[in-house]
């Protein structure tokens, strides 16, 4: 008797949460990144006496906070996400809204360091409303099915704040070293190939670092990868995350920016510089992140064997039944004994090859004789 097939146990979804420490250390990490720039932003903004300096200090500070807040809202969106997946199945409905919902209490407590600088002041309100906004659209971001892709988005968006912070605190010697002199066009040619440096890197480290992860979860998952092009949009995330962050500067933050302006016009000018290179340099990293990804998976593509090359070749046999054997082709043992005995007994060779052509004729004679059947009993 047989015995019973056992079921085989349901494969994995590439896609599905997989609770591990990995996203719970993205979700701490994250907190305290958006932590610090917060604590940074309203100890400048508090220690300015003057009323003009606390403006552009705080236009300063608002992009990096609504960078920081998009990321947390983001990890800690996929967090909440792991942790309710482990009893149950969420759907797409329920997905969207206990990310977007996390998004927005990471943003909620956001706002409050900074409304309650000023509550009187309309600027921090907006500063504060655009944080919570920034780390809403964040959590938004975390419903997508896509977990594996998210998380490691967050880390290349961490990579990326680790690379500017550690070459900001080099920033002297590596602008000496790009060039920068007593004059006005000397230094501004070199904080402009300072910007490019750090852009490039730091595309470079997303990209390396999501990749890194994306074949960290294929391998801890029995070979279950997400698409090919996906590695592509978990390097050039960061990038992503970047533009949208100067979007939300432009728009949601832009009375602040205008009030910013209005202190000088030299201050107008370098709030517009400021905001090109923001731009500018979040492209870069977008477009550096998403092929140094790109390269690097495919590295790994091998192209698909044809299946051709593994069949074995069927041997050509003729209408007498012997196999044709090409002029490269070596004899096999068996004929190689049996050609000495042949070539010894050439009566035998020479009968047994017209059997051989008496056959072949008689086949291809057939079907003359029944098309030629009455010529033939006319001759006779």
Do not use: C
């Not at 907006?126 to 594996?148: D, M, N, S």
């Amino acid at each position: 008797m047989s015995e019973p097939e056992t079921p085989a146990p349901p494969k994995a979804d590439a896609s599905a949460e997989q609770p591990s420490s990995t996203g719970l250390l993205l979700a701490l990490a994250t907190l305290i990144w958006m932590g610090a720039m917060l604590w940074s932003a309203r100890a400048t903004i508090t220690g300015r006496e003057d009323a003009e300096m606390e403006v552009t200090s705080t236009a300063y500070a608002l992009p990096g906070a609504i960078s920081a807040a998009i990321v947390t809202g983001a990890a800690t969106g996929l967090a909440v996400l792991a942790l309710l997946s482990r009893r149950r199945t969420l759907g797409a409905t329920t997905r969207f809204a206990v990310a977007t919902g996390t998004g927005l209490l990471i943003g909620s407590a956001g706002a409050l360091t900074v409304v309650t600088i000023n509550t009187e002041g309309w600027m921090y309100a907006v500063v504060g409303g655009t944080i919570a906004a920034a780390a809403t659209i964040g959590g938004a971001l975390a419903g997508f099915r896509v977990p594996r892709v998210i998380s490691a988005i967050g880390w290349g968006a961490v990579a990326v704040f680790l690379v500017g912070f550690v070459l900001n605190l080099f920033q002297s010697p590596l602008l000496s070293a790009l060039g920068s002199g007593d004059t006005q066009s000397s230094q501004a040619s070199a904080a402009q190939w300072f910007s490019y440096g750090q852009s490039f890197l730091s595309g470079l480290a997303a990209g390396l670092v999501a990749y890194k992860l994306l074949r960290r979860a294929r391998r801890s998952s029995g070979e279950l990868d997400v698409p090919w092009g996906f590695y592509a949009v978990a390097g050039g995330g960061p990038g992503l995350l970047l533009v949208i962050a100067e979007l939300l500067t432009r728009t949601a933050g832009s009375r602040v920016l205008e009030l910013a302006g209005k202190v000088s016009d030299l201050e107008l000018v370098v709030q517009q510089m400021l905001s090109g290179a923001r731009l500018n340099s979040a492209l870069v990293v977008l477009f550096v992140g998403a092929l140094s990804a790109m390269f690097a998976v495919g590295r790994t593509i091998r192209p698909a064997e044809d299946d051709d090359e593994d069949s074995p070749a069927v041997p050509a046999v003729s209408r007498s039944g012997r196999v044709r054997r090409a002029p490269e082709e070596p004899a096999t043992a068996s004929e190689a004994t049996t050609r000495p005995a042949a070539a010894s007994d050439p009566e035998a060779t020479h009968e047994a090859d017209g059997r051989n052509t008496g056959a072949d004729d008689d086949a291809g004679a057939a079907p003359a004789k029944v098309t030629t059947g009455k010529s033939d009993k006319a001759a006779d």
